[in-house]
T-cell receptor, first 118, second 112 residues
Framework: GAVVSQHPSWVICKSGTSVKIECRSL??????MFWYRQFPKQSLMLMAT?????????EQGVEKDKFLINHASLTLSTLTVTSAHPEDSSFYIC??????????????FGEGSRLTVL | LAKTTQPISMDSYEGQEVNITCSHN???????ITWYQQFPSQGPRFIIQ???TKVTNEVASLFIPADRKSSTLSLPRVSLSDTAVYYC?????????????FGTGTKLQVIP
């Protein structure tokens, strides 16, 4: 089946540093990748949509200069949290839409990356 | 934009059938209905998807009435391991591309 892998699965960093999270589709090419953020006991909040080779589209209220998204290939998207602060501590999840065919809305999700900023 | 409404939480005893209903009054003609399951600190996992009538797979059934304004996820004979949050999603077309946003989900607690 379609597998999406995220790395790292958890990371602890000091306030002011930058953290990069990778999202890879292991056995398929992804036309589009989505990045979500989830706070404890809350639902997933869509942060941005990235298409291979183009700039990401950010949801309202999400700072594009703080959450840098790069989708350099059809199997890799990265999210960089720049100058992280404690309020950025959250569970970050990526998902991928397979390339080709008629998309019915099914997504394949990564395992998530838990970021803790001290 | 299709918005979904689900009960916040449900409790069920082991071995019972659980039905979770989702309302999506503004569903578009080309939208599919997809259900995901999420365990704590994990990414959501696909359960089932449908467009109309009934769909069944090895883990669940999905019932969609003719007007498609709601759908019901049916989990037969739940076990403790089915304790999770269940999300109902419909596609959203915005600016020429489709994105997927999550509602509140339903937290299912299976009781021994």
């Amino acid at each position: 089946g379609a597998v999406v892998s995220q790395h790292p699965s958890w990371v602890i960093c000091k306030s002011g540093t930058s953290v990069k999270i990778e999202c890879r589709s292991l056995d398929f090419q992804a036309t589009t990748m989505f990045w979500y953020r989830q706070f404890p006991k809350q639902s997933l909040m869509l942060m941005a949509t990235s298409n291979e080779g183009s700039k990401a589209t950010y949801e309202q209220g999400v700072e594009k200069d703080k959450f840098l998204i790069n989708h350099a290939s059809l199997t890799l998207s990265t999210l960089t949290v720049t100058s992280a602060h404690p309020e950025d501590s959250s569970f970050y999840i990526c998902s991928a839409r397979p390339r080709g065919g008629v998309w019915t809305g099914e997504l394949f999700f990564g395992e998530g990356s838990r970021l803790t900023v001290l | 934009l299709a918005k979904t409404t689900q009960p916040i939480s449900m409790d069920s005893y082991e071995g019972q059938e659980v039905n979770i209903t989702c309302s999506h009054n503004n569903i578009a003609t080309n939208d599919y209905i997809t259900w995901y399951q999420q365990f704590p600190s994990q990414g959501p996992r696909f359960i089932i998807q449908g467009y109309k009538t009934k769909v069944t797979n090895e883990v669940a059934s999905l019932f969609i009435p003719a007007d498609r304004k709601s759908s019901t996820l049916s989990l037969p004979r739940v076990s403790l391991s089915d304790t999770a949050v269940y999300y109902c999603l419909v596609g959203m077309n915005s600016g020429g591309y489709q994105k997927v946003t999550f509602g509140t989900g339903t937290k299912l607690q299976v009781i021994p």
